[in-house]
């Protein structure tokens, strides 16, 4: 069963550089990367023993359910990157694999291409924003799927 790719761990070595009055939205402090690594570990160590998914992740032991949180979305995410786009892997063999519904990875898989979606429209908007373009007419994500 794979783990955290060079992806995440990037992601988070970065977060820990950065100081925290210079931090975005969205990085960690260094005690919550601390957090974030130990939560991918013991959900890596269930998966690796046999357990579900949801079985792993009852091995966290974050006092704060927001972390806890964020720690599962963020493994299932890297996990569908790695193995479905990275891996070309189908999504029913991670479900099957990981003993989750499809249906539960097929509704990360659409909010991770979402996130990806909206986070291209934020750059595309500050570099048009700074090359003096107006964004008036970029439509938000909403919006720009009325025709589909």
Partial sequence: MPGPSGLIRKEMEMSERIPEDQRQAGEFTEEESRIHRAG???????????????????GLEVVEPEIRRIIIDDYLKVTIAERHFQGREEL?????????????????????????????????????GDAGFTMDSVPSEDEGNKGS
């Fill in 40 to 58: 991918f570990k013991i959900i890596l160590e269930g998966l690796q023993k046999g357990l579900g998914f949801d079985e792993a992740c009852t």
């Fill in 92 to 128: 029913e063999d991670v479900a099957g694999s990981l003993k989750i519904p499809l249906e539960r990875v097929a509704a990360t898989r659409e909010k991770m291409l979402k996130e990806v979606r909206e986070a291209a429209r934020e750059v595309y908007r500050k570099q048009a």
